[in-house]
């Protein structure tokens, strides 16, 4: 079935660093790729999304490429901040209008000073 | 301002007692769903439902029952059928047809049971 690996963490880096968290998938079809970000106590916000191969989703410092040839949808950032500390899930959505999403376990991800 | 809310933030509950969570909307969303998260874990489906009058179970649906009578609200209630129901609870809205687009998530309702 449709599934979506991601790194496990805490991920621990230190202000400025290079950020990677990789996310692989499994689908049938061509699905829409997502990065959700979660803060301490709140609810998922997205944080960009790639809806075909070779997209390019952006936002906030952060972007994804969507590799169809490796089933890869990795999130990268160039230098974190001690803000970015939350939670990211990767997910995908099968169908077109994104109603049945199917989430990564997530990885926490800690910002040092 | 249009968006989600669920309220309590959080909430405690005697083994034996059913108990309801509420989820409102105003972003005249056809479809809501209700998950479940667990630590270390990402979230797990419950129930679904695309129209009112209307729901289907997700995936983890045994111990749940909800109701949608009117577009706005999709009240999730943890009988005590659960097992095991301390968890954070998330709903989300989502507009059916047009072009891609994503889910949009509540603050998250914790439940914890003494």
């Known amino acids: 079935g449709d599934s979506v690996t991601q790194m496990e963490g805490p991920v621990t880096l230190s202000e400025e660093a290079f950020l990677t968290i990789n996310c692989t998938y499994t689908a049938t079809g061509y699905p829409s790729l997502f990065w959700y970000v979660q803060y301490p106590g709140e609810g998922l916000q997205l944080l960009l999304k790639a809806t075909k191969a070779d997209d390019k989703g952006s936002n906030k410092g952060f972007e994804a490429t969507y590799r169809k040839e490796t089933t890869s949808f990795h999130l990268e950032k160039g230098s974190v901040q001690v803000s970015d500390s939350a939670v990211y899930f990767c997910?995908?959505?099968?169908?077109?209008?994104?109603?049945?999403?199917?989430f990564g376990s997530g990885t926490r991800l800690s910002i040092r000073p | 301002d249009g968006g989600i809310t669920q309220s309590p933030k959080y909430l405690f509950r005697k083994e034996g007692q059913n108990v309801t969570l509420s989820c409102e909307q105003n972003l005249n969303h056809d479809a809501m769903y209700w998950y479940r998260q667990d630590p270390g874990q990402g979230l797990r489906l419950i129930y679904y439902s695309q129209i009112v009058n209307d729901f289907q179970k997700g995936d983890i649906a045994e111990g749940y029952s909800v109701s949608r009578e009117k577009k706005e609200s999709f009240p999730l209630t943890v009988t005590s059928a659960q097992k095991n129901p301390t968890a954070f609870y998330l709903c989300?809205?989502?507009?059916?047809?047009?072009?891609?687009?994503?889910?949009?998530f509540g603050p998250g309702t914790r439940l914890t049971v003494l």
């Open positions: 989300a809205s989502h507009r059916l047809g047009g072009s891609t687009d994503t889910q949009y």
């Open positions: 997910a995908l959505s099968v169908d077109s209008s994104a109603s049945k999403i199917i």
